[in-house]
Nanobody
Framework: QVHVMESGGDLVQAGGSLLLSCTAS????????WGWFRQAPGSQRELVAK???????NYVDSVKGRFTISRDTAKNLMYLQMDNLKPEDTGVYSC????????????WGPGTQVTVSS
């Protein structure tokens, strides 16, 4: 079984910064996809940033230049540095990982709340 857990969500003023962390643990040989998603109240969940085995990071247009995704492969950790936060960044941020072996699957964490006040 693979367990995913996010941390770092908080209440912050517009223009502030937060660092979100995601930890994956359990029977993992490698992770070939890391993604950060967010869901605002009344909205569908959207992909914010991702890292996969095919190349560099990808971001949704609304966060380009403000958010940075990174990972520590040896520790199965992923980060999302969020700078110049805006009220529209408010939502529950969830981590998603794809594990190809030994038991292939896509796993989610419970999410962490980010609230940006104006």
């Amino acid at each position: 079984q693979v367990h995913v857990m996010e941390s770092g969500g908080d209440l912050v003023q517009a223009g502030g910064s937060l660092l979100l962390s995601c930890t994956a643990s359990g029977r993992i040989y490698t992770i070939n996809y890391w993604g950060w998603f967010r869901q605002a109240p009344g909205s569908q969940r959207e992909l914010v940033a991702k890292l996969d085995s095919r190349g560099g990071p990808n971001y949704v247009d609304s966060v380009k230049g403000r958010f940075t995704i990174s990972r520590d492969t040896a520790k199965n950790l992923m980060y999302l540095q969020m700078d110049n936060l805006k009220p529209e960044d408010t939502g529950v941020y969830s981590c998603n990982v794809d594990v190809p072996s030994p038991n292939p699957g896509s796993f989610w964490g419970p999410g962490t709340q980010v609230t940006v006040s104006s």
